[in-house]
């Protein structure tokens, strides 16, 4: 089921109807499309709507091109990581800059992914250590886990799962490698619940959730994907489109708020009495801070617990 299905479509839909009710003349970019749950909704919603979806996993583009084959003659799928956002459009026959009415990202592995065990993305289920969002990329999580020194083990569970015993774990990491290489999840989770102290593992949650979650970050290269599309998205904005964002956890929420911070920022000079002709904003925020879903919607939908929506809507000219 899609988070926050209702508020993504109430914040997109004025920019798509701009032009024509129905949606006519519109753009939307789904940059992480996944199952099509989102773009579903809005293609039906709006029957004039053009959309291009994103996704670098092919398995996800194989099951939203089923999901959307009632819209097919508007959709065109295409097979990228969404930092590569500017050369998908120039394929798709638009122009990077201030082309189309709207943006979403859905950020992070997607239920989809989590429920295909043979992925590696859950630590609940045993599967091969892998977590490629593209079963074709070359890293996989066995072979961080298997070839990173200790220092550098230590350093992608500090940053990307903010673990608090990362020298720890990336110690017996090293000396369990030693006799045996890591090839499957529950390897990993067993060493976990040893590397963990015992008082740490009943609080928080999952012992293996933070480690998990740094190598999947690590392997897809997933937060420097996001500093990169975030601005290449705002710019393919026209005046008046927006981009929502939903992120599921601080690393990837830090930077959208940030990039948000600085889009809505004045560009003139501070401590000037006025605002400089072709210095203002170029966006506006549409959400105060990140918005959360609600009792209701969490019951519904489980994965919605953690998540942060924000919005901006494009207000000004790229030039200052």
């Known amino acids: ?3 926050l299905l209702q508020r993504c479509v109430e914040l997109l839909t004025p920019a798509l109807t701009r032009h024509q009710a129905d949606g006519s003349e519109a753009v939307l970019v789904d940059a992480t499309i996944g199952a099509g749950g989102h ?3 809005l293609l039906t919603e709006l029957p004039g709507l ?3 979806g994103l996704d670098r996993d092919p ?3 194989d099951i939203a091109r089923t999901r959307l084959a009632p819209f097919a003659d508007r959709v065109t799928l295409v097979r990228t990581r969404y930092d590569d956002l500017t ?4 394929k798709s026959g638009y122009g990077a800059v201030e082309s189309v009415d709207g943006v979403l990202f859905d950020l992070g592995v997607s239920s989809m992914q989590l429920d295909r065990a043979e992925r590696g993305f859950a630590y609940a289920r045993d599967a091969p250590l892998d977590m490629r969002m593209d079963p074709e990329s070359p890293l996989t999580a066995a072979d961080i886990v298997n070839t990173y020194d200790q220092a550098a ?3 992608i569970l500090r940053r990307y799962g903010e673990e608090r015993f990362a020298v720890r774990i990336a110690a017996h990491i ?3 490698r030693a006799r045996a290489p890591f090839t499957s999840t529950s390897q990993l989770v067993d060493l976990l619940y040893q590397a963990i102290p015992a008082p740490a593992r009943r609080i928080g949650g999952h012992p293996a959730k933070r480690t998990f979650q740094a190598l999947r970050i690590a392997v897809n290269d997933e937060l420097n994907s996001l500093r990169s599309a975030i601005p290449a998205a705002m710019e393919a904005l026209t005046v008046a489109g927006r981009i929502v964002v939903l992120a599921y956890q601080s690393l990837e929420d830090r930077i959208v708020k940030r990039l948000f911070a600085d889009a809505v920022a004045s560009r003139s000079p501070a401590g000037l009495p006025v605002e400089l002709p072709g210095h203002e904003p170029r966006f506006r925020s549409l959400t105060r801070g990140a ?3 609600d009792a209701a919607e969490i019951e519904r939908n489980p994965r919605s617990a953690s998540v942060r929506l924000r919005a901006l809507q494009r207000v000004g000219k790229g030039d200052s």
């Not at 050369?87 to 120039?90: D, F, G, K, S």
């Open 59 to 61: 398995g996800a583009l």
């Open 174 to 176: 090293v000396r369990q």
């Open 153 to 155: 083990l230590a350093d």
């Open 291 to 293: 918005e959360r879903a």
């Open 1 to 3: 089921m899609p988070v």
């Open 87 to 90: 050369a998908a459009l120039a």
């Open 50 to 52: 053009r959309l291009i």
């Open 39 to 41: 773009a579903e909704r």
